[in-house]
T-cell receptor
Framework: AQTVTQSQPEMSVQEAETVTLSCTYD???????LFWYKQPPSRQMILVIR??????QNATENRFSVNFQKAAKSFSLKISDSQLGDTAMYFC?????????????FGKGTKLSVKP | GAGVSQSPSNKVTEKGKDVELRCDPI?????LYWYRQSLGQGLEFLIY????????KSGLPSDRFSAERTGGSVSTLTIQRTQQEDSAVYLC?????????????FGPGTRLTVL
């Protein structure tokens, strides 16, 4: 079974600084997708960034970037120039490329607090 | 257009009662997913729909849970004879088609409390 592990239950960072959230996963598949979702106190899950496993280039979205290490099965999220609005739970998620399993498999989450 | 909506936003019920949770996906989205978020279990997949059919029901925790989708749009998740362990936030998501690369857009969830 596929598992996603986020080893940091809570983290904090000063506004304008950089923070990295860790995620590791376990799978025997070669083709899959990885995601980082953000869940602010309002509960609405929002996609932050997505990575296709067949792409070697790390995905970036403005202040958010990932470090994808396929051999190590590692997928960390770097947030640059942290803002107060980045305060939220962050979930790492895995999804198969094909087959009958369409769901996302989530890690337990990391609670990030950005301090002024 | 509008995002995924869910109703009610909060539901308090007594143990043993039945509840229905509703999800309105983004218009035109053919795939719909239900997840459950609880403190102890994190985010768990429950069921997904392609159109009106549910190819994978393996995530439903017991036979007290059922879901349906009609007209390829609205979905209802029904929990019969609720138990205290059913207390959680139930999240619905939809995507344009059922493809791994397709983004799942989430609703705000329904917080269910079973007394």
């Amino acid at each position: 079974a596929q598992t996603v592990t986020q080893s940091q239950p809570e983290m904090s960072v000063q506004e304008a600084e950089t923070v990295t959230l860790s995620c590791t996963y376990d799978t025997s598949e070669n083709n899959y997708y990885l995601f980082w979702y953000k869940q602010p106190p309002s509960r609405q899950m929002i996609l932050v960034i997505r990575q296709e496993a067949y792409k070697q280039q790390n995905a970036t979205e403005n202040r958010f970037s990932v470090n994808f290490q396929k051999a190590a099965k590692s997928f960390s999220l770097k947030i640059s120039d942290s803002q107060l609005g980045d305060t939220a739970m962050y979930f790492c998620a895995f999804r198969f490329h094909g087959g009958s399993q369409g769901n996302l498999i989530f890690g337990k989450g990391t609670k990030l607090s950005v301090k002024p | 257009g509008a995002g995924v909506s869910q109703s009610p936003s909060n539901k308090v019920t007594e143990k043993g009662k039945d509840v229905e949770l509703r999800c309105d996906p983004i218009s035109g989205h053919t795939a719909l997913y239900w997840y459950r978020q609880s403190l102890g279990q994190g985010l768990e997949f429950l069921i997904y729909f392609q159109g009106n059919s549910a190819p994978d029901k393996s995530g439903l925790p017991s036979d007290r849970f059922s879901a349906e989708r009609t007209g390829g749009s609205v979905s209802t998740l029904t929990i019969q004879r609720t138990q205290q362990e059913d207390s959680a936030v139930y999240l619905c998501a939809s995507s344009l088609v059922w493809l791994a690369v397709d983004t799942q857009y989430f609703g705000p969830g329904t917080r269910l409390t079973v007394l």
